[in-house]
């Protein structure tokens, strides 16, 4: 995945929605199109990426009268063929280049962490000690300082004046605790998850260890959402590898227990109480 693939991909299952909607076959539209049926086939399912205008051929054809809505696929379409991604200049791995291109088109990104601050909250200095700590093999300053910047560029777009996505983060009590560069690095990081929490798009909560309703999930995970067909997507952060789903069953689990989570963690200003009390 990239994140002309991403975009191609909801390209191609919006069309498909659409097509089937407008009860159309694939022989259909190439008869009405003058184009292959392959051709169609590969638009579909994001094989190719297609042009702006025969995204409006096509839109045309399936009855999608809205301009607004029209044009916003046909962006999409332009933008997927474009490669100038801010990250296109990091040797990023391709598991967290997926990662960074959905949080790019994501509308909605909730992140639960069991062991430390999830990375589009960290603070630089508290980046720096984790990406130092849990190196399996010793890093050059080069490498750690691309890293963190990475890190830091990620968040850019939670605080964004214009369009940001609604973000929840829930932590467990326990990232809290766990001292991540001494003392006055945690108290930094507490005071930037308070900063985070006032933000109209973001909430954070803490996850009290003793309920126990958060093993329903692994150490981290993060569900990313989107505002059209596109499939939501969870990924995960394990010791194993680091892994992205978009099975339909895997989903709804991971939406039950982050549901069941926040629901049993303490409220926003609760949350903001105890991070006050751990800046201090």
Known sequence: MARSYIRARRIGIALQGFRKDAGLTLEQVAAELSMNKSTISRI?????????????????????????????????????????AWWSGFDLPNRLADLVALETDAISISVYEASVVPGIAQTERYARTIIEDQAPVPLTEAVINERVEIRMRRQ?????????????????????????????????????????????????????????VHLALPGSVTLLEFNDLMPASIYLDTVAGDLLIDAPEAIQRVQRALKAIRSHALSPDESRRLLEIAAK
């Not at 579909?44 to 029209?70: C, F, H």
């Open 44 to 84: 579909e399912a994001a094989q190719t990426v297609t042009r702006p205008q025969t995204v409006r051929m096509m839109l045309n054809l399936y009855g999608i009268q809205d301009k607004d809505e029209v044009e916003r696929w046909a962006q999409l379409a332009k933008e997927a063929k474009t490669k100038d």
């Open 156 to 212: 850019e777009r939670l605080v964004a004046d214009v369009d940001p996505p609604q973000v929840a983060i829930i932590l467990d009590d326990s990232v809290l605790q766990r001292s991540v560069g001494g003392p006055e690095v945690m108290k930094d990081q507490a005071q930037r998850l308070i900063e985070l929490g006032h933000r109209p798009n973001i909430t954070v909560q803490i996850a009290r260890i003793a309920d126990g």
